[in-house]
């Protein structure tokens, strides 16, 4: 079975989930074992010494890796952690030595990145996949690509506010959905809209959901409204993180302080907050 390769996402501790959207354009999900690594370097006695402390609680191996750019292979504890548990490990580590006696790696490394770099695999990418597992067909070096096949809708909502911002307390309106020039407005009760909401988005099949403010906003307080109307929203083509709370940090650049919101992330379907991302902005989805 062929496709492409539309999306990844954890499905489990140890479990990651590939969304590939298939030639003749059914969307099927392939479910692999694999947990997130991080690396540990230090002294052989010391590396011992703590591979013996934590392999009751995590799975590890002792590894050659290269420490530092072009650096011969050296000896390094591999430790096999839960999704999301990366920094709070290598914190425990680095607090069991003191911060003197290791150093810690691919911390920072976002684990579904890891997770391509693994299998060399990238977004869109042509597969083949099968009982045995998955072929890539195509390059991440090549420069002319179809993305033909990949579904976009454009997602925006009204609601009743009683202030210049928007609030979660505000009742839902409607819900205006675009998608081939095609308008489609959703309005009523509150828990119909939601409901017709999720119809019409598996109903169009969309891959791709596009917002202006969907990470700062939009997505929480569509899950908040629905959340109070007893409606189990899914966007995505699996449940949605529960996040009725956006998450934001702020950079100083240039000059300025910019505030900048964690994405909302969907499975099975890619969200992309237009005001929320730089690379859209300067690009689209090309």
């Not at 607090?95 to 911390?107: A, I, P, R, S």
């Not at 996949?129 to 690509?145: H, K, R, T």
Request: glycine share 6%; hydrophobic share 35%; net charge negative.
């Amino acid at each position: 079975m062929r496709g492409y390769l539309l999306d990844v996402s954890p499905s489990d501790r140890d479990e990651v989930t590939l969304w590939i959207k298939c030639l003749d354009g059914r969307v099927v999900s392939h479910r692999i074992k694999w947990m997130p690594r991080i690396y540990v370097h230090g002294s052989l006695e010391n590396l011992v010494k703590l591979g013996r402390l934590i392999s009751q609680r995590y799975l590890i191996d002792f590894v050659e890796r290269s420490v530092k750019p072009r650096s011969p292979l050296e000896m390094v504890l591999e430790i096999k952690v839960p999704f999301g548990n990366k920094k709070r490990v290598a914190n425990q580590i680095l607090d069991l030595g003191n911060h003197q006696l290791f150093h810690v790696y691919n911390v920072d490394l976002p684990s579904m990145q890891e997770f391509l770099y693994r299998y060399e695999l990238h977004p869109t990418a042509l597969i083949d996949l099968s009982d045995n597992g998955f072929e890539i067909l195509d390059s991440v070096e090549d420069i002319d690509y179809d993305l033909s096949w990949i579904k976009t809708a454009y997602l925006d909502a009204k609601m009743e506010t009683s202030s210049i911002a928007p609030r979660f307390s505000d009742r839902l309106k409607e819900v205006i959905i675009e998608m081939d020039s095609e308008r489609i407005i959703l309005d009523g009760a509150e828990d119909g809209i939601l409901q017709d909401l999720m119809k019409t988005l598996d109903d169009l099949d969309v891959d791709v959901i596009i917002t202006d403010g969907g990470d700062s906003f939009l997505l929480s307080y569509l899950h908040y409204r629905a959340h109070m109307n007893r409606v189990r929203l899914r966007l995505g083509r699996a449940d949605d993180p529960r996040n009725f709370k956006p998450s934001s940090s702020t950079y100083f650049s240039y000059g300025k302080v910019y505030c900048r919101f964690k994405g909302f992330k969907l499975r099975g379907r890619i969200h992309i907050d237009s005001s929320n991302s730089m690379l859209y902005r300067e690009t689209g989805l090309d």
